[in-house]
């Protein structure tokens, strides 16, 4: 199976800042990545896929990058709705995801 | 509008059988690859099994035996059989229509607990 790795697996952060979120996978994936917002008590929701694809309503806030074993998800501006729980998932093979990252308001 | 719906969840005793329905509208279950996640209390996300368009079905080490996928064609439904239930079981769970680039658009889930 490919693991994937995520850090930090919490952040706090405020409204306005820039947050990265890393995901690094055992082995080499292309840009079979999706990334995943959670809220408590809902299902995730699909933010990017493709590694760098928006899904549609998403706002562009929202980005994503790398390929291979290497990814990122950034939020340039946080808004007090994108305080959740964020996941990556590789699709190279039967789906894997990451722990998950919390993202909490400083 | 795309839409997943998912039912049949509940408390069921240790080595009780449920199964759950996903209820699919505004596409076709047929022509999509379809997905099970779970989710335990409070963990992270377990991928539990996938069918294909084409039939086949795979699962995850920790069900397979124990859990069967299947769709309806008539009803447009996904199912999961689970059989054999234990605590460790307890979750969450999801389907997910599975997207061109293999990403996931999920329902909003149905908790099953498996307790005594």
């Known amino acids: 199976d490919i693991q994937m790795t995520q850090s930090p697996s919490s952040v706090s952060a405020s409204v306005g800042d820039r947050v990265t979120i890393t995901c690094r996978a055992s082995?080499?994936?292309?840009?079979?990545l999706a990334w995943y917002q959670q809220k408590p008590g809902k299902a995730p929701k699909l933010l990017i896929y493709a590694a760098s694809s928006l899904q549609s309503g998403v706002p562009s806030r929202f980005s994503g990058s790398g390929s291979g074993t290497d990814f990122t998800l950034t939020i340039s501006s946080l808004q007090p709705e994108d305080f959740a729980t964020y996941y990556c998932?590789?699709?190279?093979?039967?789906?894997?995801f990451g722990q998950g990252t919390r993202l909490e308001i400083k | 509008e795309v839409q997943l719906v998912e039912t049949g969840g509940g408390l069921i005793q240790p080595g009780g059988s449920l199964r759950l329905s996903c209820a699919a509208s505004?596409?076709?279950?047929?022509?999509?690859?379809m997905s099970w996640v779970r989710q335990a209390p409070g963990k992270g996300l377990e991928w539990v099994s996938v069918?294909?368009?084409?039939?086949?079905?795979y699962y995850a080490d920790s069900v397979k035996g124990r859990f069967t996928i299947s769709r309806d064609n008539s009803k447009n439904t996904l199912y999961l059989q689970m059989n054999s239930l234990r605590a460790e079981d307890t979750a969450v769970y999801y389907c997910?229509?599975?997207?061109?680039?293999?990403?996931?658009?999920w329902g909003q889930g149905t908790l099953v607990t498996v307790s005594s």
């Open positions: 505004g596409f076709t279950v047929s022509s999509n690859y």
């Open positions: 998932q590789q699709a190279n093979s039967f789906p894997t």
């Open positions: 997910a229509r599975v997207g061109w680039f293999r990403e996931l658009l």
């Open positions: 069918i294909y368009s084409g039939g086949s079905t």
């Open positions: 082995q080499g994936i292309s840009s079979w």
